[in-house]
């Protein structure tokens, strides 16, 4: 593994606002460290400043799928991260809406299969196309008018096929009750990455993302999977997606929340550009020994020859010595 097993718990803590939780019993608890203070208990300001990762779906507040989070919450504080995958998963079955994230989901593998085809058609059009280009072309002088026409007639009805086949990007459809539906697939992935099934707290994270693409926490715990599993550049690219919209002025993120994201950030930095500098030496020296396979005809090797890295670029330059 890329770093200490303390990772895996990043952000997973059950905290609560101390002052409220010292006055009211009814505090919401969320897992990494939001918390929800009910609006009747707090003035208007409070209430503002107190929700963080809670959701704002207030018809859901008592709801048989807030129940059975409570109840996942409860198993998770005690480390009981097989009790609580079930309780979320209920969560997540009783949860109202027209839509489940598998849906979603669904619908986004269709649009990808939908964009491969069109890919397809491009390259089959744009291939047919360089082809007709080279054949030899015939003018009839006589008909210079009515072949302009042609001409023109096929330029634009390659314009609109052109516009029907271009990549268009999957937008999710809205969920009403998105904001708590990705924090039941969130939470469930958090005792995944617990029970160190990172391939399964990745899906759960991409459902918790797709029924609501502003979770930052989502991304930060799918980033601690492909962390987990050595594939920084996955990882540092949440952590950045993260750090974005917790810097969004409605995120609810306070500054110790942006602090660590941005530590995050930069291990991440550090460990993709050691992952990088390994991949050169690997690459340099697959391509040394071909070298050394040909220049073995001639007397030599590579050893006649010596790369030097440009500090600026990084990019190599070969002279013989």
């Known amino acids: 593994m890329s770093s200490s097993s303390q990772n895996t718990t990043q952000g997973f803590?059950?905290?609560?606002?101390?002052?409220?939780?010292?006055?009211?019993?009814?505090?919401?608890?969320?897992?990494g460290g939001g918390t929800t203070v009910p609006p009747s208990l707090s003035t208007p300001q409070e209430a503002q400043s107190s929700t963080?990762?809670?959701?704002?779906?207030?018809?859901?507040?008592?709801?048989?799928?807030?129940?059975?989070?409570?109840?996942?919450?409860?198993?998770?504080?005690?480390?009981?991260?097989?009790?609580?995958?079930?309780?979320?998963t209920d969560a997540i079955d009783a949860c109202p809406g027209s839509m489940t994230g598998q849906d979603i989901l669904d619908l986004k593998a269709k649009h990808e299969e939908q964009e491969r085809e069109k890919a397809n058609q491009r390259y089959?059009?744009?291939?047919?196309?360089?082809?007709?280009?080279?054949?030899?072309?015939?003018?009839?002088?006589?008909?210079?008018?009515?072949?302009?026409a042609v001409s023109a007639a096929a330029a634009e009805s390659e314009e609109e096929e052109r516009d029907d086949l271009a990549p268009t990007e999957f937008i999710p459809p809205p969920h009403e009750y998105g904001t708590n539906l990705s924090i039941y697939y969130?939470?469930?992935?958090?005792?995944?990455?617990?029970?160190?099934r990172y391939n399964d707290a990745i899906h759960d994270c991409d459902l918790a993302i797709l029924v609501n693409p502003n979770y930052a926490k989502a991304y930060i715990r799918r980033m601690t999977c492909y962390e987990q599993m050595e594939q920084t550049d996955s990882a540092l690219r949440d952590a950045k997606q993260a750090l974005e919209l917790s810097t969004n002025a409605n995120s609810g993120s306070n500054a110790k929340t942006k602090t660590d994201i941005r530590n995050h950030i930069k291990r991440l930095e550090k460990l993709e550009e050691a992952r990088m500098e390994k991949?050169?030496?690997?690459?340099?020296?697959?391509?040394?020994?071909?070298?050394?396979?040909?220049?073995?005809?001639?007397?030599?090797?590579?050893d006649n020859f010596k790369a030097d890295k440009d500090p600026n670029t990084g990019s190599y330059s070969i002279r013989m010595v």
Do not use: W
């Open 13 to 31: 803590d059950l905290d609560a606002i101390s002052a409220a939780q010292a006055k009211h019993d009814d505090v919401v608890y969320e897992l």
């Open 52 to 88: 963080t990762d809670h959701d704002h779906d207030a018809p859901l507040a008592e709801s048989e799928s807030e129940q059975f989070k409570k109840k996942g919450n409860e198993c998770f504080k005690e480390g009981n991260y097989l009790d609580a995958i079930d309780f979320y």
């Open 124 to 148: 089959q059009k744009d291939s047919n196309r360089r082809m007709a280009n080279r054949l030899p072309k015939t003018t009839d002088h006589g008909t210079e008018g009515s072949a302009a």
């Open 186 to 196: 969130s939470n469930k992935a958090a005792c995944l990455i617990h029970l160190q």
């Open 279 to 302: 991949l050169k030496d690997e690459t340099m020296g697959k391509l040394k020994d071909l070298g050394n396979s040909i220049l073995g005809n001639f007397g030599m090797s590579m």
